[in-house]
């Protein structure tokens, strides 16, 4: 059990049209600025939740597939996009042929994923020679701060962000807005080293600020970067 079934309807809710605030003011400017002007012929989105991404994605590829685990949050990605192609499977045994996708992302999906050295090795097999691998997802800091993150003063002001325990593995729930799911925290060494081990080279690293948001907001994160995002590619 990981809660996401049980926060479906809630998580539907919060992300609205054009994503929650993460999304619309950080993480998809931050996209779009690195896939613009870039065409693909096929994406597949790994933990595609209510389908977002690939209906964003459409305009730029020929044919888009989705996939997680998680049954209403399926229901509900075929309801916004009927012509869409989206199936219930996880992330770390993915029912395609190897090398079927020129584009392969997960978008804020990592950390919900329990094996995530299966999921990208998985992900690379899917990718075809010279695709790339989006991955869009939250900093280890982030991740180890569950519990902790914003210490205040007395007058309410953040006087420094709190993270332990980075280098222990380890899930953590997290409540919000009526969700509450098992997120996993892992160093950014494990993760890297993942990628690496798959066979797949670093292309693009970013940890993007906020762009049009509340400056009060876009300090936050200019004092702990909440997301971080990377293109892998698939050596041709
Ligand atoms: C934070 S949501 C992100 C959804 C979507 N990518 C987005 O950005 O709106 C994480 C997603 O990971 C999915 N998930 C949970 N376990 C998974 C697994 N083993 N493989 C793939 N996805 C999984 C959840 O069902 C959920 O849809």
Redesign the pocket.
């Known amino acids: 059990m990981?809660g996401?079934t049980e926060s479906a309807e809630a998580w539907i809710a919060s992300?609205g049209d054009e994503?929650d605030p993460s999304?619309r003011f950080v993480t998809d400017p931050a996209v779009r600025m690195l896939l613009a002007g870039r065409r693909f012929s096929h994406m597949l989105?790994?933990?595609?939740?209510?389908g977002?991404?690939c209906r964003l994605m459409k305009p730029q590829c020929a044919r888009t597939t989705g996939?997680?685990?998680?049954v209403p949050?399926i229901d509900a990605a075929r309801r916004l996009d009927p012509d869409g192609d989206y199936v219930i499977a996880?992330?770390?045994a993915l029912p395609f042929a190897d090398a079927a996708f020129d584009l392969v992302a997960s978008?804020?999906?990592l950390g919900?994923?329990?094996d995530y050295r299966a999921?990208i090795s998985e992900m690379a097999r899917v990718l075809a020679p010279g695709g790339t691998l989006l991955v869009v997802n939250v900093t280890a800091f982030n991740s180890a701060g569950a519990g902790l993150r914003w210490e205040r003063d007395l007058l309410g002001r953040k006087t420094a962000y709190r993270f332990d325990r980075y280098m222990d593995e380890r899930a953590d729930w997290e409540d919000w807005k009526g969700i509450r799911i098992l997120n996993y925290h892992r160093p950014l060494s494990a993760y890297m080293q993942a990628f690496l081990s798959a066979g797949l080279t670093l292309r693009h690293f970013d940890e993007p600020l906020p762009q049009g948001a509340d400056p009060d907001w876009t300090l936050d994160f200019a004092r702990a970067p909440l997301f971080v995002v990377m293109a892998w590619q698939k050596p041709a």
């Open positions: 990981n996401w992300q994503g999304r989105d790994v933990g595609c939740g209510e977002r991404f996939i997680d685990p998680t949050l996880g992330g770390e978008y804020l999906s919900d994923i329990p999921a």
